[in-house]
């Protein structure tokens, strides 16, 4: 029984490269979240997903970033011209249902770190 | 909008001492409120719930009961365990951005020792 699996764990990436980050949910989940993990702090939102379609992208936190899920399985979050304040652990999440209970089961995260 | 307060870390504990770590809330409305715990190298977990005021979620031991009159949701647990030691995120599910999101307080590190 699998939970979701992300990668790559670590990434360091040069300020103004883009990273891609991946997201296994759990199988048949049918709801995806994305959010950032600052040091220090809790985990914010970015957006969600109900299957293929991006119901949420309001916690984006500018147009260089950009989640997909074109299947409706597995997710990857790019972030564009990556800058230092882009790092933070990503953290992704599914739930089986299409209403957002709030049980969510987390993946470990993608430690990102722009140098 | 929506936010979780949490009290500061990190709290150290011998084991079998009784913990308590305070948690409130501001929202609109009437939201479900959540213990998560992150235990090291692992992700996040649910720990308990409460939907409704007055409900008091348990598990492993953890119990917390959901005020509405203090808007808060104290996790308490009477004796921990050194296997107890982890980062404890309070967090809500409310009404803001048409429920999708969960926010979250800035989690409370427990170091629970021999």
């Known amino acids: 029984g699998a939970g979701v699996s992300q990668s790559p764990r670590y990434k360091v990436a040069k300020r103004g490269q883009d990273v891609a980050l991946r997201c296994d949910p759990i199988s048949g989940h049918v709801s995806l979240f994305w959010y950032q993990q600052a040091l220090g702090q809790g985990p914010e939102f970015l957006t969600y997903f109900q299957n293929e379609a991006q119901l949420d992208k309001s916690g984006l936190p500018s147009d260089r970033f950009f989640a997909e899920r074109p299947e409706g399985s597995v997710s990857t979050l790019k972030i564009q011209r990556t800058q230092q304040e882009d790092s933070a652990v990503y953290l992704c999440?599914?739930?089986?249902?299409?209403?957002?209970?709030?049980?969510?089961?987390f993946g470990e995260g993608s430690r990102l770190t722009v140098l | 909008g929506d936010s979780v307060t949490q009290m500061e870390g990190p709290v150290t504990l011998s084991e079998e001492a009784f913990l308590t770590i305070n948690c409130t809330y501001t929202?609109?409305?009437?939201?479900?409120l959540f213990w998560y715990v992150q235990y090291p190298g692992e992700g996040l977990q649910l720990l308990l719930k409460a939907t409704k005021a007055d409900d008091k979620g348990s598990n492993k031991g953890f119990e917390a009961t959901y005020r509405k009159e203090t808007t808060s949701f104290h996790l308490e647990k009477g004796s921990v365990q050194v296997s107890d030691s982890a980062v404890y995120f309070c967090a809500l599910l409310g009404l803001t951005g048409g429920g999708n999101k969960l926010t979250f307080g800035t989690g409370t590190q427990l170091k629970v020792e021999l």
């Open positions: 999440a599914s739930s089986p249902s299409g209403v957002n209970t709030g049980e969510l089961f």
């Open positions: 929202a609109t409305g009437y939201p479900s």
